[in-house]
């Protein structure tokens, strides 16, 4: 059961069993209708005991599941003819990020999202879907061109962070970031952002600004990682666990601050359980926003952007 | 004039409260660059610099506003508006004690100070971020107090100065305080799409989510000598890297070597600096201070 969640696992065992009797009736032409009920209820009982009061923490261990749907992945499921462009065009080729032209049922969008990898071979290439400022400035780039072309853009969030090292910071990281929300928040087109994993810190919200932002119910946006929280205000990364509880990162949370739009509901259990329901969700979400923000002239588009970040945010005024 | 005495009056006692914090041994400090015992009235002088080795010693937004600001021309904006406590968070301690010892630490009610002054003769917006104040952290309040002051420069036509002194994002207000870089940058690029200015100033250190957004952000960027200047601070990077970082590495001279600010200046110089910038860049000049004091009052602020 490598790959998989210690939460998870019970739930699995019984599913294998549940596939395992089955096979078996069927070779051996035995009727088991009754046991099968009986475990298919099981199943269904214990799905919702797991998944009906998951933590902050394991909400987290699914958004970072390693078979989790990623960037990719959800650009196959949703049908897209997309072509993939490269390169910032100033330093070099960031393949933690990918973007391209994608024809999306009737419409032709700029797609640009973290990529993470699927074994330690990719992941090495994709550096564990950790951005440099080549890959901000790839991603600006390309939705330059959609601002260009008058393309709605969809931007797809899963990345643990932008990649803290020592190029990434001599090229600019936080410059590439800030010029990116600078920019994101007046072009002339609409974007949709839709958080499918890890939404982590300012590398996140470098391509993360948008009209709409959608989050999976799954996934986790946060300001910085639970174990960074932990190890700097828990003095302590293990204690990561009650880092993420008092933070607030699930879809739940972030939909009560006023931070996202909509929650994208996952099959049960999570997107890698069924990896292509998932994607239809995320498709039907980000076809539905595109046709409101497509009615929208590129003022109002641009005027109603800027409105929604300015009431971000809690405070008192006395 | 009763408005302008009252806050004569508050600025004066607000001198006077930095200088205790500065100088709790008395008459005399160390410097932290080359441990020369420094009086307290030569580093008063050399505005809280080293003569000997240039170290900058790190002051408090009262303190800047001094430095760049024309005499008394400074008239505190957005006064205001307060942090409350969102998420009900607590670690070691609870945020909202954390905010309260913060306040009577340093009189302030924030973590940066928004104003209006004359620089130079020129009327401008001013946000002097306090490191004093939770690391000068930014959270729901300086995300606000920034972008409302980009606004006014906006209104006003006038040019925002930045100074910051940050470790970044404030993580007690989780995901709201990501949002204030987005929020902040947003309302820069209106600032932008209106052709007014951005001087930005990076004071030690200058780090996290301040750095990824609005401190990024100048027309021209203005770092002093020896600041802390990235995105990850350098112990996540050596965490994650496992090697010895370069010498000088993310200091305000290493920014310059590649290419990530304008200039490394002076305390001594940084006024004039920026004074220069801000004369290139518009045709508007002069006034007197009695105008600032004028202005804020017809925004009733
Ligand atoms: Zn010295």
Redesign the pocket.
């Known amino acids: 059961m490598a790959g998989w969640l210690e939460f998870e696992k019970p739930l699995l065992e019984l599913e294998q069993r549940i596939d395992e009797l089955r096979s078996f009736a069927d070779s051996q032409n035995i009727d088991v209708a009754k046991e099968l009920h009986r475990l298919e209820a099981k199943a269904e009982d214990l799905r919702r005991q797991i998944y009906g009061k998951l933590t902050r923490w394991q909400v987290t261990q699914i958004a970072r599941h390693p078979r989790r749907p990623y960037t990719a992945d959800y650009i196959r499921m949703l049908g897209v003819d997309f072509t993939e462009l490269h390169g910032d065009r100033r330093f070099g080729d960031d393949e933690a990020m990918v973007g391209g032209l994608g024809f999306f049922g009737d419409r032709k969008v700029v797609i640009v999202g973290h990529q993470k990898g699927r074994d330690t071979k990719e992941n090495i290439r994709r550096n564990f879907g950790m951005a440099h400022p080549e890959g901000y400035r790839k991603a600006l780039r390309l939705m330059s061109l959609a601002g260009k072309f008058g393309r709605p853009i969809i931007t797809f969030v899963d990345t643990p962070g932008a990649y803290p090292g020592i190029g990434a910071e001599e090229r600019g990281q936080a410059e590439a970031i800030a010029y990116n929300l600078h920019e994101m928040s007046r072009l002339p087109v609409p974007i949709v952002v839709v958080v499918i994993g890890e939404g982590g810190s300012g590398g996140a919200l470098g391509i993360g600004v948008g009209d709409r932002v959608l989050m999976l119910e799954y996934a986790i946006y946060s300001v910085i990682s639970p174990e960074g929280c932990a190890s700097i205000l828990f003095r302590d990364a293990a204690r990561a666990q009650q880092a993420a509880e008092a933070m607030k990162i699930t879809a739940n949370d972030l939909m009560g601050l006023g931070v996202i739009d909509e929650i994208v509901p996952e099959p049960a259990g999570g997107a890698h359980r069924d990896p292509e329901r998932a994607a239809r969700a995320v498709g039907e979400a980000i076809a539905r926003h595109l046709s409101d923000l497509e009615a929208m002239s590129p003022e109002e588009l641009v005027r109603k952007r800027l409105a929604r970040l300015m009431a971000m945010g809690e405070f008192k005024e006395v | 004039m009763k408005d302008q005495l009252s806050w004569l009056r508050r600025r004066k006692r607000g001198i006077k409260e930095a200088k205790k914090r500065e100088m709790p041994d008395g008459l005399w400090r160390k410097?932290?660059?080359?441990?020369?015992i420094?009086y307290h009235k030569e580093l008063e002088r050399n505005l809280w610099t080293?003569s000997?080795?240039?170290?900058h010693f790190r002051i408090s937004a009262a303190q800047y506003r001094d430095v760049l600001t024309d005499d008394g021309s400074f008239v505190e904006l957005l006064t205001g508006i307060e942090s409350v406590d969102p998420l009900g968070f607590v670690d070691s301690k609870k945020y909202a004690d954390r905010l309260v010892a913060a306040k009577k630490k340093t009189g302030h009610n924030s973590a940066v100070l928004t104003g209006s002054a004359r620089v130079g003769g020129h009327l401008a917006m001013m946000a002097i971020l306090d490191f004093a104040f939770l690391g000068g952290s930014m959270g729901s309040v300086m995300g606000e107090k920034i972008a409302r002051l980009t606004r006014m420069a906006i209104e006003e036509r006038v040019p925002l100065i930045t100074l910051s002194s940050t470790g970044g994002a404030r993580m007690q207000e989780g995901i709201l305080s990501l949002m204030q870089m987005a929020k902040t940058s947003a309302m820069l690029a209106k600032l932008d799409d209106e052709g007014l200015l951005h001087v930005a100033i990076q004071a030690h250190p200058t780090t996290g989510g301040v750095t990824a957004s609005f401190a990024s952000l100048g027309d021209v960027i203005v770092a002093e000598p020896g600041a802390l200047i990235g995105f990850a601070g350098p112990r996540v990077i050596q965490q994650t890297i496992k090697q010895d970082l370069p010498d000088g590495f993310q200091r305000a001279e290493f920014l310059l070597d590649h290419g990530m600010i304008d200039m490394v200046v002076h305390r001594k110089e940084l006024k004039n600096a920026v004074v220069k910038v801000i004369d290139f860049f518009t045709d508007d000049r002069r006034g007197t201070a009695e105008d600032t004091l004028g202005q804020a009052r017809k925004q009733g602020l």
């Open positions: 410097c932290e660059g080359c441990s020369e420094i080293c000997k080795c240039n170290y």
